[in-house]
């Protein structure tokens, strides 16, 4: 879905959404380039610029509403999507996007993302994933592996990591995305889709933390590894990948297989990508390296799902409709009054 | 006053005030069976004063003590503060209501039972040992009136042609006790009837309307008939200011408290909750006022609240979220980043019993230091109390005026026993309500740079509200220390320094447009008796009574915590001794000596209950008596 340009906006630059901070982040930190995309994106969204309101918990990523020349809140460690939640509530117009890191939403803020998400407020969340705790100077994170060793965990984390788009499929999230920082355009592309869906859309972008975890996402970031370590996702397409565009995915007996084509087996052989398809997008979270390409683009899809913030103006109009426009003094009197004139009663 | 019935008069007797409880199962309808002899008491035109008390369970097991359910109520020809300290009339429906009320009863007071729920099995599974039978006991026989009524029989007999099954017949046996009461205190039938036909004719239950209001009938008559009395009593209507009145619980009062702030202001009202003990009807009041723009939000938890809140409010709602003593704890963070954020926002505390879960269906006034003080470092929030069922309304409208003037977080320090009470409301005149201010700037203080959020009105010492999508004003707020005027990131020494005395300063600011400390008696003497949030009532009955024996004795009640009235300082120094009863173990008294230097006594006590009066009198006087410690340096 597409919106027509609105000529009464002015045009914006990307500079035009650049605050004047200094960006305090560490020399080669990934986050420096999920800026600079949501710095391209915005003009192209054709919104106006004091309708975008960023909200962010606490961590390195967290500082991103600081860099940004819109609205902005730096909130408290985990609650970004409540804040969000009131913030859109309160005025449905504004576009509202949180950026926060995978200790944030998905530890202490874990129970605010379950919910953002089944309620399908229209807000967009960017999860910058980098499988570390920065700010505190590097502790194991709920997307650390097993066995990571850590400042907290001298002799490797006991943690099973979480798979963070799996829950946000399980709970209920309309729109679910992943790339890797290093990829710009792809970022700036998922960001406008993103920006088009009605709904929560969550985007996890795989982050490097140069400092505490370098080169945690070695593997998708490398030239030479990624054709065989991810799988870009298009809608209605055969899922291919590897450097020669020689492997692709089938499904059977319910579960997802790799295999080479050629030996009679076609593309029109693969699983096509349908983004409709719920159940499908949970068993695409289940793919994990080093056994299978790790998913990269739109895993998940459903516009028709109606967002929390319009079902609650549509009550509110609907309750206004039946019941006409509150009226103080019927409310004040509540079921029955009595008058007493002087010192008299009567009913 | 309270009325005694030591000797039943032959004849009907009028007398002043009486204090009655209706007592059975939680699943007997207690509740509204008081509700209905309120409103009947109301419309008749005598002053009322009402605690509900129910169990937490919602359905303990039947006939167990855990599970007793009670409604007390007083009714006077005169004005009346509390809801009675002594039962002059209990019903009780089953033994377990009986054991745990009987206590409560005046000695010769009127005690109605339905005996035929004193069974073998319900005598024991409420605890009686073996063999007991209450109502075989000579020396309770003589202690109270007891009137044995067999009222699940007489009911099912009134109901017989009903064609109704047992289960919805039984359930009218409440109606046919009411229908007693009635009669006892000649109290009108008609209010209930329409009432009971408003409530089940809505669902398309004729039926049940039809027995309930069979059963209210059969118990009336009854009364009339058996001649178990030997008389009736009258209580003439009191007498009220002229006026317009309607009988309020303190949670209602509240909820329309802050839907009229909203309309004062011309905002829409937010307001974001989770459901807790007794908190929970605020959201279900404002859920219902929809169409007065009001937007509620169920949260996932308490801190998902606050936070919802504090959102709202940046994007300029009117912002409020409602919540007991846990829920405070657990929004604490937040309110701290509302501080900073210095945006306006209201925070209910109806205070229960604590700590942890505590007794979540009893009240206490524990929480005020925890309001004052929860939050990390140096946070200070406005903190009000409202002092009476009806008062939850003015202190509504005020703790968003004083929020909206401050831009700054209000907690409203309600608690369960004015949550849940009922008293007369003579309805405010809603042409003579103040408006709320507000404005929310929409061209920038800052032509040649960015806009300054941080820069402030030098009366208020406020910053300026300015909401996303406007043009121009984008801004960033954060929990990181602001540099004041330009809001940006500081870890400037001196600068936090200065935005922590600002941050108090502003709340020391509302003092010039908050009402002086009212008070009540001698302007100097004897004693002062201070009291704060929902004691008033008790408080006042017993003020009045001691002066009415000869104590030059003041009293005045606390409604601002934070900032104190400015004349607090001056009226502490006109009394020799300073008196603060508290349900709690003595937070205002600390206070208190600590600002003003004073020694303060303290009345604590902490049963998850209001004071009484006569408890209150005994202490205050024993007080008086005494010197140690007690008489002000
Ligand atoms: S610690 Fe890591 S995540 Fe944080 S700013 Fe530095 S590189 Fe980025």
Redesign the pocket.
Known sequence: MTTAPDTSLPTYKAKDFASDQDV???P????YAVLKAVQKALPSMHRKREDFVFVSGI???ARFPYYMNTYGMHSIHGRAPAFATGIKLANPNLDVWIVS?DGDLLSIGGNHTIHVLRRNVDINIIL?N?R?Y??T??QYSPTSEFGKKTKSTPLGSLDFPLNPLAMVIASGGTFVARCIDIDLKALEKLMLIAEHHRGTSFIEVY???????HQAWFYASQKDSRPETTIELEHGKPMIFGAEKDKGLVERDGRIEIVELGNGISEADLLHHDETNRNRAYMLTQLLQPNFPEPMGVLFRDPDEPTYDSLVEDQVKQATEKSGPGDLRTLIEGPSTWTVQGDAVSG | MSATHTKMPAEDQQIDAVAIRFAGDSGDGMQLTGGFFTDTSAIVGNDIATFPDFPAEIRAPRGTTYGVSGFQLQFSSSDIHTPGDSVNALVAMNPAALKTNIEDVEPGGIVIVNEDEFTEVNLRKCGYPDAYNPLEDDSLQSSYRIVQVPMSRLTRESLADSGMGAKNIDRCRNMFALGIMYWLYDRPLEPTIQELEKKFNAKGNEAVAEINVKALKAGYYFGENAELFPSRFHIAPATFEPGTYRKIAGNEATAIGFATAAQLAKKRLFYAGYPITPASELLHHLARMKNFGVRTFQAEDEIAAVCAAIGAAFAGDLAMCGTSGPGIALKAEAMGLAVMLELPLVIVDVQRAGPATGMPTKTEQADLLQALYCRPSEAPVIVVAPASPADCFTMAIEAFRLSVRAMCPVIYLSDGYIANGAEPWKLPDIESLEPISITHPTETNNPDGPYLPYMRVEETLSRPWAVPGTAGLEHRVGGLEKQDITGEVSYDPANHEHMVRLRAEKIERLQSVIPPLEVVGPASGEALLLGWGGTQGSITTAANRLRERGHKIANAHLRYLNPFPKNLGDVLQRYDRIIVPEINMGQLRMLLRAKFLIDVIGINRVRGKSFLVNDLVDDVERVLKSDKGAVKQ
């Open positions: 305090r982040w560490c080669g930190c990934g986050d961590g390195c990523a890191g910058l980098n570390i920065g700010l100077k590097g982050q490097d933390c140069n400092i505490f975890n």
